[in-house]
């Protein structure tokens, strides 16, 4: 019901002007679900035109217009959510239980939040002298190309859309060519709400391609990406020459650091939750666990067992705790990491490389996987970008210690550290070089589902990741 084919410009469905496709596949059997465009320069200079021609409209709309609008989609998105659930699910391999309950949850929320923000914000801040009086206008940038991942499609798609929109900006948005379907359900929903043609532009394809062209128009303004750390480098050279406004929120080696005091059954929880939340596939993901030393053999038996009981199955099960990864591409570089572990002396304390027998042949899945026994200085799992089911697990003694190797690493995203001191707990936050520490709490989607609980974290400001607040105003 809520899906049509093909790109979507100015309020309409069309094909890419090339006539090339692309297959969509379920990562559940390998069977294709449908066809979408394989856009080219050609099609993006045509949706970016049609966002361009839309903004003075929209930027001359009244801030309660634009809420409204927000909120309706809002509603529609409610009114849809178990229909694009499925969506979401069939089309990344994410379990349809996480996806009724964490994706299309907080894609609803994305729009209602940023209605009520933009409605007490009016964008004007003034600043008294004694013979003057100074303001800001913060203004609407024009048009804004919103770059989104394959793991938590619509979820992440609505975090760009929503802001960009209440602010007054258009969009031209290229969603992952391996999950395409919710962003042309949300379209359908545009169109259904009353949305003015133009201000919101959808163009599937690949990165190399319709991608590149987006970040290097000269008439998009923003660029917004989510996704890998090598493609954001080139979404970085590419936006860099003509001094666009850029956001990136790209990898993460997140480190789970348990001291000994921790409660084992507690710390088991953790760290399987962090490592193995949607399939692995989330950049907070702790696929890095450190242990001190005295917990360390008791942690790393209950683990294992504990990993072992994740059910793997198709991801419509409510059973299913692991589903199939995104695409087949990523099922073997995921399996490849494996391969590298054993080579460099890793132990394979839960699941590893075979095949996960009683599922289809043709889907992408991998046993959910613990190993220990790794250099966490030099081994590619321990240090590289996995993001998939695969966590390793090394022995600590010191605070020292800990901080050092947490610190050793390009991904300075988030940790989370389990202590009962608070004075642990504040010392080595304090000093870990990430941009979240989350304390005796995991990091792996819980401040998306549960957004009002009390976390304890501290933000630093020298991250090596990038900031995720996208600014869609200049002032």
């Given at each position: 019901m809520l899906f049509k084919n093909g790109n979507f410009i100015n309020g309409k469905f069309v094909a890419a002007q090339s006539g090339k496709v692309l297959n969509n596949i379920n990562p559940a059997t390998g069977d294709i679900i449908c066809q979408l465009p394989r856009s080219s320069d050609e099609d993006v200079d045509f949706?970016?035109?049609?966002?361009?021609?839309?903004?003075?409209?929209?930027?001359?709309?009244?801030?309660?217009?634009?809420?409204?609008?927000?909120?309706?989609?809002?509603?529609?998105?409610?009114?849809?959510?178990?229909?694009?659930?499925?969506?979401?699910?069939?089309?990344?391999?994410?379990?349809?239980?996480?996806?009724?309950?964490?994706?299309?949850?907080?894609?609803?929320a994305n729009f209602r939040f940023f209605a009520g923000a933009i409605r007490h914000d009016s964008g004007l801040h003034t600043f008294h002298m004694d013979s003057a009086v100074n303001y800001t206008s913060r203004e609407p940038l024009g048009v804004a190309g919103l770059i989104t991942p394959w793991n938590l499609p619509l979820y992440l798609l609505s975090w760009k859309v929503a802001p960009a929109l209440a602010c007054g900006n258009t969009v031209v948005c290229k969603p992952s060519e391996i999950t395409p379907r919710t962003a042309n359900a949300l379209a359908v929903i545009f169109n259904e709400a009353g949305a003015p043609p133009g201000i919101f532009n959808v163009v599937h394809g690949?990165?190399?391609?319709?991608?590149?062209?987006?970040?290097?128009?000269?008439?998009?303004?923003?660029?917004?990406?989510?996704?890998?750390?090598?493609?954001?480098?080139?979404?970085?050279?590419?936006?860099?020459?003509?001094?666009?406004?850029?956001?990136l929120e790209l990898g993460g080696k997140n480190a789970t650091v348990i001291f000994s005091d921790t409660p084992l059954g507690q710390a088991v929880e953790a760290a399987k939750r962090a490592g193995f939340t949607n399939n692995g596939q989330v950049c907070l993901c702790g696929s890095r666990v450190f242990v001190q030393r005295p917990l360390y053999d008791a942690f790393l038996e209950a683990f294992g067992e504990a990993v072992k009981g994740l059910v793997v199955g198709h991801p419509s099960l409510s059973s299913t705790d692991v589903g199939p990864l995104s695409s087949a591409q990523h099922k073997e570089k995921v399996l490849s990491y494996i391969d590298s572990a054993l080579v460099e002396g890793g132990v394979i304390v839960a699941g590893g490389p075979g095949p996960v027998e009683g599922l289809p042949q043709g889907g992408f899945y991998v046993k959910p996987t613990v190993i220990s026994g790794l250099n966490a200085k030099t081994s590619r799992a321990a240090r590289e970008e996995v993001f998939g089911p695969l966590v390793t697990v090394h022995p600590f003694d010191s605070e020292a210690e800990v901080i050092e190797l947490v610190n050793d690493s390009k991904y300075g995203l988030c940790a989370n550290v389990w202590t009962k001191d608070v004075n642990t707990a504040l010392r080595v936050s304090k000093n870990l070089s990430v941009g979240i520490v989350w304390v005796s709490e995991c990091a792996a989607l819980l401040c998306f589902i549960y957004p009002h609980s009390i976390t304890y974290f501290l933000h630093r400001a020298h991250s090596h990741t990038p900031s995720t607040h996208t600014h869609y105003a200049q002032g």
């Open positions: 949706a970016v035109d049609s966002a361009l021609s839309a903004f003075p409209g929209w930027k001359s709309t009244s801030i309660e217009a634009r809420a409204s609008l927000l909120d309706r989609i809002g509603d529609l998105l409610e009114k849809y959510s178990e229909e694009l659930a499925v969506m979401e699910s069939e089309d990344s391999g994410k379990t349809l239980v996480m996806a009724k309950a964490v994706d299309i949850p907080r894609a609803i690949l990165g190399g391609e319709c991608g590149n062209r987006l970040v290097s128009h000269p008439s998009v303004r923003l660029v917004s990406f989510t996704g890998g750390t090598a493609t954001g480098a080139l979404v970085a050279s590419s936006s860099a020459p003509l001094f666009k406004r850029l956001s």
